[in-house]
């Protein structure tokens, strides 16, 4: 899976990345050889839902409502133009940051995207992989396909401390929340990302329609069959209900039970007769999130791990504000894809009102609509110390595995690169507002 294209230096890229990564796509052309993954979103989009399933697509591609929170993050990113400045020695540049005490080679994330594995086996691993030939964090979803331990270790073994984040659903339980931080502080994330706007499920028609949630069916629960919490949760659940109501006998029925007997732990068949699995899936649907979340929860956070706290969903100036308030070390501005209110703000919007506010005084992060290295460009420039990328790893996961996600995140890291020094600037550093103009 090695690419000779991929820096090996963790702390930074050479002068020039995108042109070394320009140059090598065009000389495997000389030879007929195109790239595994297409360099841009649109095509990029095309081809990985040729190869996806109705469900992955709906799942992984699918949006809030009507999608019009989906449109609004493209919009808000069209609203701002790049100025280009001439006449500038830009032949040497550095595309690195600085991220809770790591060096990073850029300024760019992989997201977490729950239930991975609609779009391929061990999606989990995969992603973990192609973050640790790069050098740049993946946070690690909560409600991903393999367990924190086994990401991490595929990841250590690419790479020996490759950078990793956790991100943390509240469960209504909260022993499992003290269990899954242990964990990931045990994995050795460098931070943990509480996700705010999901505590519960926001109006997906694109699921809907298809009567599917990836849960249900055992997909996106690794994590939690996992973690010693809730398997201890789990067996009492059992326990209590020996002799209670029997479950609805349908062909689907049938089906879903298959699938969560696959997603389980331990063998096929003693999954399909034994009860945990199924009661795993309704303990997961009942306690993995806590509408009841409030401030007064986060000021306790602090008390319970010893990681950076980032806060991820936050599209308000208030809230962010108050974020700093309690102490936190930084924020995600994120409308979670547009996946769970319709008609809200576009995360660049939400951005440029929300960085003046907090004023440098915790790190500010963006994701939801980031396609490209013009778009990660444009957020640093309204004041994001870095962006997150979400379905273009998962498209490109989908279309090569661990190489095609890797590959996707290498495209927009080299267009960055190349768009920092096209637009006059030698490092990340220096982009700011006056880089842009508005629309």
Request: charged share 20%.
């Amino acid at each position: 899976m090695t690419d000779p294209t991929v820096p090996t230096d963790p702390t930074a890229l050479p002068a020039g990345a995108g042109r070394l990564r320009q140059n090598e796509i065009y000389t495997q052309g000389i030879h007929g050889r195109r790239p595994r993954v297409p360099t841009d979103h649109a095509e990029l989009e095309r081809r990985a839902r040729r190869v996806m399933s109705d469900r992955a697509w709906a799942y992984i591609a699918g949006g809030a409502g009507e999608g019009s929170t989906m449109a609004a993050n493209r919009a808000a990113l069209d609203r701002w133009a790049i100025v280009p400045r001439v006449l500038r020695d830009v032949s040497s540049r550095s595309t690195g940051i600085e991220l809770f005490g790591q060096q990073l080679p850029a300024p760019v994330l992989f997201s977490p995207v729950g239930a991975g594995a609609l779009a391929a086996h061990a999606a989990d691993v995969h992603i973990g992989h192609a973050a640790a030939e790069l050098g740049v964090p993946y946070i690690f979803s909560n409600q991903g396909s393999a367990p924190m331990e086994t990401v991490a270790a595929e990841m250590d073994r690419v790479r020996s401390g490759a950078p990793r984040w956790f991100q943390l659903y509240w469960s209504t339980d909260d022993d499992l929340v003290d269990s899954l931080l242990a964990r990931a502080e045990g994995m050795g994330a460098n931070a943990v990302a509480v996700t705010l706007d999901t505590t519960m499920l926001g109006w997906r028609p694109q699921d809907l329609n298809l009567g599917s949630l990836p849960f249900a069916r055992g997909e996106g629960i690794d994590q939690y069959t996992s973690d010693p919490r809730f398997t201890e949760i789990v067996a009492q659940r059992v326990r209590a209900a020996v002799g209670g109501e029997k479950p609805e006998i349908s062909v689907g029925a049938i089906k879903t039970l298959f699938s969560i007997a696959r997603n389980a732990p331990g063998s096929l068949m003693k999954n399909l007769t034994a009860p945990e699995p199924r009661v795993a899936v309704q303990t997961f649907l009942d306690i993995y999130s806590r509408p009841s979340l409030n401030w007064d929860d986060i000021a306790g956070l602090r008390d319970r791990t010893t990681l950076p706290i980032v806060l991820k969903g936050v599209l308000h100036p208030d809230d962010a504000r108050r974020a700093v308030d309690v102490g936190v070390d930084g924020i995600i501005v994120s409308n979670h894809g547009g996946r769970q209110v319709d008609g809200a703000i576009g995360s660049i919007d939400a951005l440029a009102a929300i960085a003046p506010a907090v004023d440098g005084r915790i790190k500010v992060l963006v994701d939801s609509g980031i396609h490209t290295g013009a778009d990660v460009f444009k957020a640093i420039a309204l004041g994001a110390d870095a962006a997150c990328i979400g379905r273009p790893h998962m498209y490109g996961l989908a279309l090569a595995g661990a190489d095609g996600a890797r590959d996707v995140v290498a495209n927009i890291i080299a267009e960055l690169d190349l768009t920092l020094g096209l637009a006059g600037y030698t490092s990340i550093a220096d982009v700011d507002r006056d880089a842009l103009q508005r629309v």
